[in-house]
């Protein structure tokens, strides 16, 4: 049900189909009788019988290996299970393409070391783990920009509070300040951002189609807005400067009148530089009640965990560019895991409780797989909907502004870990390097549960109308690519040579930031990420898309592979909703509603968007730093007929 296909610890899922022409009878090579197929890793340790080819095509089922040999043997029978006959072919996966870089063969540079405080004000980012050299004449550069960093001023900023529940009814109104707190993090301090003064911001609860009166006030130290992330919401109150309504400058309030049409779990962030300002903590949920008692299954408690990270030098957090965006290429990876903005989640609950979990991604580019060893987990709805059925899962894959919820039911005592895992890929030596982070704990007392029926059924539901199916055969009416362009002389020769090698192969999702320096020192300036119109060719706002509410229009989007550093990409539409058709040309089989979906680098979606909301949208990538680099275009939904 998510936008990449892994396993718990991240390594990467094929559905593997052979296509095989001119093989001669196994007889004329020997004492044989049939072909056989296998898999292997490329250091020949792991050895996985396919089973039986033939010339023609054959689906040969799921490998899950980040690098893998395919082997075609001629053998005695079909029953062997070691392979001991003829190899006849041979073929790798696209991992394998990745060898390791000259770069490493060359002498130690006299360097400076990551972490280090420039003269400027610069921090140079901490290096990743294993992943240690640095590409020689990158020592002394720093990003084309000024670096910035909220100051506290003559005025006290007091420390952020947890965050709150405000219950609005119909027509309630809420104060929404944004300014300046205080946050202790790991046993450091820090001036960063807030919502009211607190970390992450309130948590609103409303019911379905209820309409609240949200007066938004900037107490910061440059403009802002407020965009109510997946809700559909009037096109005035989108949040978009520029488009729906102009930047609240500093001092200054805008009043939001919110209608929330769809019950499930939304967030709230700023769209004005928010690649700075939402990683400095302005995000909240937004929490919609169905009037349906039975919309989910009962649960003994609820929990909205919001989950970011944090970029922190030795000397405090990694400045922002003050004139444009730092880390234009991959995002701003964070070095410390946060829910709910705390390094460290506990909970405790008895044996055979049922836990909903709303998962919300708040990163700026960090996709995450969450899982829950030795729990029981099922995911029921997404981002506007349930699914079609529940289904059960031992991970969730959670890209930048997804949602997820989440039943899990804790059945005996214990220590539970929630946990991300994935494999980072460490670009100069083809390596992968497993990576896990213990982002919480959840102590479970008491004696083993009896077994719980409601919790064993997997539910459907209605929330997609079945004849939307019959859209999975209809042609694409629109069709747009994800791609770059890079002003290469102004960046480091070493850099772009190390990134043209990357090229070779690439990762379908970059989990983590193995790359830091080459990374940050990328901003906007020299990076544009672009989305395309194949039709007429015109890019980002230029991009003249009208189409007519009540329209159903299919829309393919296409992550182009062939360029510099290709990137996943998290493509969010405002105001409206869409279905995953197919990924790949690979039809979805539980259909759910969605407001944003991930694309992997080379990878396909097409979707079918329900135009039901008149205005003016903005499509983007939800990446923070790929919206700043222009990643962004917008459709005008009209009311003619």
């Given at each position: 049900?998510f936008g990449?296909?892994?396993?718990p610890?991240?390594?990467?899922?094929?559905?593997?189909?052979?296509?095989?022409?001119?093989?001669p009878?196994?007889?004329?090579?020997?004492?044989?009788?049939?072909?056989?197929a296998w898999?292997t890793?490329?250091t020949?340790?792991?050895l996985?019988k396919?089973?039986?080819?033939?010339?023609?095509?054959?689906?040969?089922?799921?490998?899950?290996?980040n690098?893998?040999?395919?082997?075609?043997?001629?053998?005695v029978?079909?029953?062997?299970s070691e392979?001991?006959?003829?190899?006849v072919l041979?073929g790798?996966?696209?991992?394998?393409?990745?060898?390791?870089?000259g770069?490493n063969?060359?002498?130690?540079?006299?360097?400076?070391?990551?972490?280090?405080?420039l003269?400027?004000g610069?921090?140079?980012?901490?290096?990743?783990?294993?992943?240690?050299r640095m590409?020689?004449?990158?020592?002394?550069?720093?990003?084309?920009?000024?670096p910035f960093l909220p100051r506290?001023?003559?005025?006290?900023?007091e420390l952020?509070?947890?965050?709150?529940v405000v219950?609005?009814?119909?027509?309630?109104?809420l104060?929404?300040?944004?300014g300046?707190?205080?946050?202790s993090?790991a046993?450091?301090?820090?001036v960063?951002?807030g919502?009211n003064?607190?970390?992450?911001?309130?948590?609103?609860?409303v019911?379905r189609n209820a309409?609240?009166v949200?007066?938004?006030?900037?107490?910061?130290d440059?403009?802002?807005?407020?965009?109510?992330?997946g809700i559909?919401?009037?096109n005035r109150?989108?949040?978009?400067p520029g488009m729906?309504?102009a930047?609240?400058?500093?001092?200054?309030?805008?009043?939001y009148?919110i209608h929330?049409?769809?019950?499930?779990?939304?967030?709230y962030?700023p769209h004005?530089?928010?690649?700075m300002q939402q990683d400095?903590?302005l995000?909240?949920?937004?929490?919609?009640?169905s009037?349906?008692p039975?919309?989910y299954?009962?649960?003994?408690?609820e929990?909205?965990?919001?989950?970011?990270?944090?970029?922190?030098?030795?000397d405090?957090?990694?400045p922002?560019?003050?004139?444009?965006a730092?880390?234009a290429f991959?995002?701003r990876?964070?070095?410390?895991?946060l829910i709910?903005?705390?390094?460290?989640?506990?909970?405790?609950?008895n044996?055979?409780?049922?836990?909903r979990?709303?998962?919300?991604?708040?990163a700026?580019?960090?996709?995450?797989?969450?899982s829950?060893p030795?729990a029981?987990?099922?995911?029921v709805?997404?981002?506007?909907?349930?699914f079609e059925?529940e289904?059960?899962?031992d991970?969730?894959?959670?890209?930048p502004a997804?949602?997820?919820i989440?039943d899990?039911r804790?059945?005996?005592?214990g220590?539970?870990?929630l946990?991300?895992r994935?494999?980072a890929?460490d670009?100069?030596?083809g390596?992968?390097?497993?990576?896990?982070?213990?982002?919480?704990?959840?102590?479970?007392g008491?004696?083993?549960a009896?077994?719980?029926?409601?919790?064993?059924r997997l539910?459907?539901t209605?929330?997609?109308?079945a004849?939307?199916?019959d859209?999975?055969r209809?042609?694409?009416?629109?069709?747009?690519?994800?791609t770059?362009?890079?002003?290469?002389?102004r960046l480091?020769?070493?850099?772009i040579q190390?990134?043209?090698?990357d090229?070779a192969?690439?990762?379908?999702?970059?989990?983590t930031?193995t790359?830091?320096?080459?990374?940050w020192?990328t901003?906007t300036?020299?990076?544009?990420?672009i989305?395309?119109?194949?039709?007429?060719?015109?890019e980002?706002?230029d991009?003249?898309?009208?189409?007519r509410?009540g329209?159903?229009?299919r829309?393919?989007?296409?992550?182009d592979?062939?360029?510099?550093?290709?990137?996943?990409?998290p493509?969010?539409l405002?105001?409206?909703?869409?279905?995953?058709?197919?990924?790949n040309?690979?039809?979805?089989?539980?259909?759910?509603w969605?407001?944003?979906?991930?694309?992997p680098?080379g990878?396909?979606?097409?979707?079918?968007v329900?135009?039901?909301n008149?205005?003016?949208?903005?499509?983007?990538?939800?990446?923070?730093?790929?919206?700043?680099?222009?990643?962004h275009?917008m459709?005008?939904v009209?009311?003619e007929?």
């Open positions: 049900p990449v296909a892994v396993t610890a991240g390594v990467l899922r094929f559905d593997l189909s052979l296509t095989i022409k001119g093989l009878r196994a007889e004329d090579l020997g004492p044989y009788h049939v072909f056989i898999v890793s490329p020949f340790d792991t996985i396919l089973g039986p080819v033939q010339s023609g095509t054959r689906r040969l089922g799921e490998v899950a290996l690098k893998f040999l395919v082997l075609v043997s001629a053998e029978s079909d029953t062997v392979r001991r006959g003829r190899l041979r790798g996966s696209p991992g394998t393409i990745m060898l390791p870089h770069v063969m060359l002498p130690p540079q006299a360097s400076l070391p990551h972490d280090h405080q003269s400027d610069w921090v140079m980012p901490p290096v990743y783990p294993g992943v240690s590409i020689p004449g990158l020592e002394r550069m720093r990003p084309r920009a000024a506290a001023g003559s005025s006290p900023v952020a509070r947890p965050r709150e219950r609005l009814g119909n027509l309630d109104t104060d929404l300040t944004a300046l707190v205080r946050r993090i046993g450091r301090s820090f960063m951002y919502f003064g607190q970390y992450p911001g309130p948590l609103i609860e019911g309409t609240a949200i007066r938004f006030h900037n107490h910061l440059q403009p802002s807005s407020v965009h109510w992330h559909r919401v009037l109150f989108d949040g978009v729906t309504q930047a609240v400058a500093p001092g200054q309030s805008f009043t009148r929330f049409p769809d019950a499930g779990i939304y967030w962030h004005v530089r928010e690649e400095l903590g995000y909240g949920n937004v929490l919609v009640r009037e349906e039975d919309y299954e009962s649960a003994a408690r929990e909205m965990l919001m989950f970011d990270d944090l970029l922190i030098g030795q405090g957090l990694v922002y560019g003050t004139e444009r730092t880390h991959m995002g990876f964070g070095n410390l895991p709910n903005g705390e390094p460290s989640y506990q909970q405790e609950v044996a055979g409780d049922v836990v979990y709303f998962f919300t991604n708040v700026n580019a960090r996709t995450w797989n969450l829950l030795g029981r987990m099922k995911v709805a997404g981002d506007v909907s349930r059925r289904e059960w899962v991970h969730v894959v959670l890209a997804e949602r997820y989440v899990v804790f059945e005996h005592g220590s539970f870990y946990l991300n994935v494999q890929l670009h100069q030596t390596v992968y390097l497993p990576e896990v982070d213990t982002l919480g704990t959840i102590i479970v008491g004696a083993p009896a077994p719980n029926a409601e919790f064993d539910r459907t209605r929330d997609v109308p004849g939307l199916r859209s999975l209809t042609t694409p009416a629109k069709t747009l690519l994800l770059v362009r890079v002003n290469e002389p480091p020769f070493g850099l190390s990134m043209r090698l090229t192969y690439i990762n379908p999702v970059e989990w930031g790359m830091p320096m080459m990374d020192l901003t300036g020299e990076v544009q990420w989305i395309r119109d194949l039709a007429t060719g015109k980002n706002m991009i003249d898309w009208r189409v509410r329209s159903l229009v829309v393919r989007l296409v992550n592979r062939h360029t510099l550093h290709a990137m996943q990409h493509i969010h405002h105001g409206q909703r869409f279905l995953v058709l197919a990924q040309d690979v039809p979805t089989s539980n259909l759910v969605k407001d944003t979906a991930l694309v680098a990878g396909t979606l097409d979707l079918l329900d135009f039901a008149v205005g003016d949208w903005m499509i983007h990538c939800h990446i923070a730093e790929h919206l700043e680099a222009g990643m275009a459709v005008r009209t009311s007929r």
